[in-house]
């Protein structure tokens, strides 16, 4: 795959796991992304949060987790398409490769007469906006991957801690942060919704990156840097 082809990001079968962790490269989009926010594969064990509960597994286990090591060079966004609640095609690409999604209308799957209908009984959209984003126990032994297609996810938890990390990465290129996984709730403006849940990853410090960069590396077969870290 050349390097147009990787900024453009593939649209491929979405995975359910695997080892796959793309190189970084040397810039600072975090901070842009985290401004802006309006084919790749889940690291370990995939990390949710549902419904203000924090979930590991396909069983949805409680997460006995309380802070991780976020992997920010390794975020992925782009789009997911659904069936049957379950992701079935993906067209994404990395953050740091400056991987911009292509526009909705582009996708396919226009006629809202074929789509499913959500609780409401309206019908919803299959391709919704999502990302990856890998996370590492303190202690460097367990690799989670933390998905969500929320706005409330991709806006409000992980687009701050970009912010945060974009601004830190310059002058400490080789460090990561260290998040708490905590939530918070807004009003929806439809108010028959009521309160939405969403995570939060407030970060409590920095630490040298290597072990657990190490320790996605050993999953994913191959090195991942942060921008401006040398090999």
Known sequence: MN???????ARVPAPTNDNQVPAAANKNVFEAYADGIDNQRILGTILKFTKGDWLIGRDGEECPEKELIAVVPGLVHGW?????NR??????GLLIDSFTPPDRST???????????DASGEPRDPWQQGLYLPMVTVDGKTVYTFTTSSDGGRRRGVAPLCREYGHRIRQHPSELPIARLEQDSYLHSD???????YPLFPVDRYVEGKPYLDAVAAIAGRPLLPPGMAA
């Open 87 to 92: 992701p079935v095609e993906q067209v994404m």
């Open 191 to 197: 108010r028959s919704v009521g309160r939405v849940k």
């Open 3 to 9: 390097e147009d082809s990787k900024k453009r990001g």
């Open 107 to 117: 996708l396919g799957h226009l006629d809202k007469a074929t789509w499913e209908r």
């Open 80 to 84: 997911i398409r659904w069936e049957d």
